[in-house]
T-cell receptor
Framework: RKEVEQDPGPFNVPEGATVAFNCTYS??????FFWYRQDCRKEPKLLMS???SGNEDGRFTAQLNRASQYISLLIRDSKLSDSATYLC???????????FGQGTELSVKP | GAGVSQSPRYKVAKRGQDVALRCDPI?????LFWYQQALGQGPEFLTY????????KSGLPSDRFFAERPEGSVSTLKIQRTQQEDSAVYLC?????????????FGPGTRLTVL
């Protein structure tokens, strides 16, 4: 079993749709969680950190459920520019190495 | 200021060739990470430096892979006797310190193709 697992995708949605990505992780001791965005043939970039209390940044909302070891990302009112691969990431407590999920590809269509 | 830079951006190697991939982290960043990203997959950890010390090399796939950061700034990832399964994008990331709370900034990657 992979340490971080995501919905395989791809997700094809119309502009304005709400889309949700889910992710589970296996190490119950993990403390830091993130969503990264990766555009085609580009490097990953931090989208947002994920906190237990949930956090929101504009149209993006991230949630963490430690009991279920489950992380989610909700994108509301999706835009064409949201088209990218979304990577669920867990940081190892010692040293800070990042453990990535496979990534979920999102394509927003007009 | 400048971000993380990597060179070359693209490298084509014949099977059995040795290659060297360079990473220039953001100036002053203490921590440096190497990741390997195969097509359609998320990046996978290879190795980690804090200054010049290689603190974790558990992700290196075989003893053909070697990384160094002799002066605590620029790092080189060397792959000896390349094989087709080494074809991937090699990403370098740096962060200000060893704290787990620091964001890692990624370079554009080196796309290695082994024929």
């Amino acid at each position: 079993r992979k340490e971080v697992e995501q919905d395989p995708g791809p997700f094809n949605v119309p502009e304005g749709a709400t889309v949700a990505f889910n992710c589970t992780y296996s190490n119950s001791a993990s403390q830091s969680f993130f969503w990264y965005r990766q555009d085609c043939r580009k490097e990953p970039k931090l989208l947002m950190s994920v906190y237990s209390s949930g956090n929101e940044d504009g149209r993006f909302t991230a949630q963490l459920n430690r009991a279920s070891q489950y992380i989610s990302l909700l994108i509301r009112d999706s835009k064409l520019s949201d088209s990218a691969t979304y990577l669920c990431v867990v940081m190892e407590n010692q040293g800070g190495k990042l453990i990535f999920g496979q990534g979920t590809e999102l394509s927003v269509k007009p | 200021g400048a971000g993380v830079s990597q060179s070359p951006r693209y490298k084509v190697a014949k099977r059995g060739q040795d290659v060297a991939l360079r990473c220039d982290p953001i100036s002053g960043h203490v921590s440096l990470f190497w990741y390997q990203q195969a097509l359609g997959q998320g990046p996978e950890f290879l190795t980690y430096f804090q200054n010049e010390a290689q603190l974790d090399k558990s992700g290196l796939p075989s003893d053909r892979f070697f990384a160094e950061r002799p002066e605590g700034s620029v790092s080189t990832l060397k792959i000896q006797r390349t094989q087709q399964e080494d074809s991937a994008v090699y990403l370098c990331a740096s962060s200000p310190s060893g704290s787990i709370y620091n964001e890692q900034f990624f370079g554009p990657g080196t796309r290695l193709t082994v024929l």
